[in-house]
């Protein structure tokens, strides 16, 4: 089936560890997205991509760092500079003029 | 910067009625615009997409407009089901990496 694949759905972190969530996609989109929703609360972008090896920050990008050295994958990973990373983590790919796609979800929790 | 807001922030009705969510959005410069559905805990689903060229789509029961040059679009939900319950978020896209800037969305309860 085509779709976009997060993983894994729940991720626990210690204070310090960095910790890398997978997005992959089999819908041969160019554009890939990474987004952080708090409780209650919309969604606000980190890093986007719209071409291999080619990634700019969003909002929200201190403490998040991304690589894009396949079409396919987006990997987020998520540095110990960034002080409150408990949040549930979005992934989207799209084409310019297509419906995005998105994953189910990263819930990250700081233990 | 695009700023996308979304009227009202929540809302609960009983079951049958028809339903308007607004979205408004400060830049018209954009491509298209999608509204979808996110359930608790989980992730997005498509609902429809509008191109910046079309006024309106529709997908069953659903409904939505866009009026681009003032910023406005509209998602009608007709006969509403408690199955509807959930958050229904508008984002559209522009140019600038073609990104979906996002609404705090509209939390939907339909009581039976």
């Known amino acids: 089936d085509g779709g976009i694949t997060q993983s894994p759905k729940y991720l626990f972190r210690k204070e310090g560890q960095n910790v890398t969530l997978s997005c992959e996609q089999n819908l041969n989109h160019d554009a890939m997205y990474w987004y952080r929703q708090d409780p209650g609360q919309g969604l606000r972008l980190i890093y986007y991509?719209?071409?291999?090896?080619?990634?700019q920050k969003g909002d929200i990008a201190e403490g998040y760092s991304v690589s894009r050295e396949k079409k396919e994958s987006f990997p987020l990973t998520v540095t110990s500079a960034q002080k409150n990373p408990t949040a549930f983590y979005l992934c989207a790919s799209r084409d310019r003029l297509t419906e995005a796609f998105f994953g189910q979800g990263t819930r990250l929790t700081v233990v | 910067k695009q700023e996308v807001t979304q009227i009202p922030a929540a809302l609960s009705v009983p079951e049958g009625e028809n339903l308007v969510l607004n979205c408004s959005f400060t830049?018209?410069?954009?491509?298209?615009l999608q509204w979808f559905r996110q359930d608790p805990g989980k992730g997005l689903t498509s609902l429809l997409l509008i191109q910046s060229s079309q006024r309106e789509q529709t997908s069953g029961r659903l409904n939505a407009s866009l009026d681009k040059s003032s910023g406005r679009s509209t998602l009608y939900i007709a006969a509403s089901q408690p199955g509807d319950s959930a958050t229904y978020l508008c984002?559209?896209?522009?140019?600038?990496?073609?990104?979906?800037?996002f609404g705090g969305g509209t939390r939907l309860m339909v009581k039976p």
């Open positions: 991509s719209q071409i291999v090896n080619d990634f």
């Open positions: 830049d018209s410069a954009i491509y298209n």
């Open positions: 984002a559209p896209a522009g140019d600038a990496g073609n990104m979906l800037t």
